[in-house]
Nanobody, 118 residues
Framework: QVQLVESGGGLVQAGGSLRLSCAAS????????MGWFRQAPGKERELVAS???????YYADSVKGRFTISRDNAKNTLFLQMNSLKPEDTAMYFC????????????WGQGTQVTVSS
């Protein structure tokens, strides 16, 4: 069973940066697709970025050029570097795991709150 623990959220002014981390348990981390989702109050959860087992990345249009997803397989850790933050980036951010590079994600962490003030 995979366990995911996010950290790094907080309050930041617009234009600022944050780096989210996700510590994953289990030795299969490097062979699996990982992602970051976010959910704002009253909105559906959306995929922000993902990275495949072969390190192919995907970004939502709203964060392209501002966010960078990366992974450290030796430390079983996933990162999301967020730059040029906007108030509309305010949301709970969740780390996610998928058994396959295809299809949906299978597990999520508890989330870390990101609040961007204007």
């Amino acid at each position: 069973q995979v366990q995911l623990v996010e950290s790094g959220g907080g309050l930041v002014q617009a234009g600022g940066s944050l780096r989210l981390s996700c510590a994953a348990s289990g030795s299969i981390f490097s062979r699996n697709r990982m992602g970051w989702f976010r959910q704002a109050p009253g909105k559906e959860r959306e995929l922000v970025a993902s990275i495949s087992s072969g390190d192919t990345t995907y970004y939502a249009d709203s964060v392209k050029g501002r966010f960078t997803i990366s992974r450290d397989n030796a430390k079983n850790t996933l990162f999301l570097q967020m730059n040029s933050l906007k108030p509309e980036d305010t949301a709970m951010y969740f780390c996610a795991f998928a058994y396959s590079d295809y299809g949906g994600f299978n597990a999520w962490g508890q989330g870390t709150q990101v609040t961007v003030s204007s």
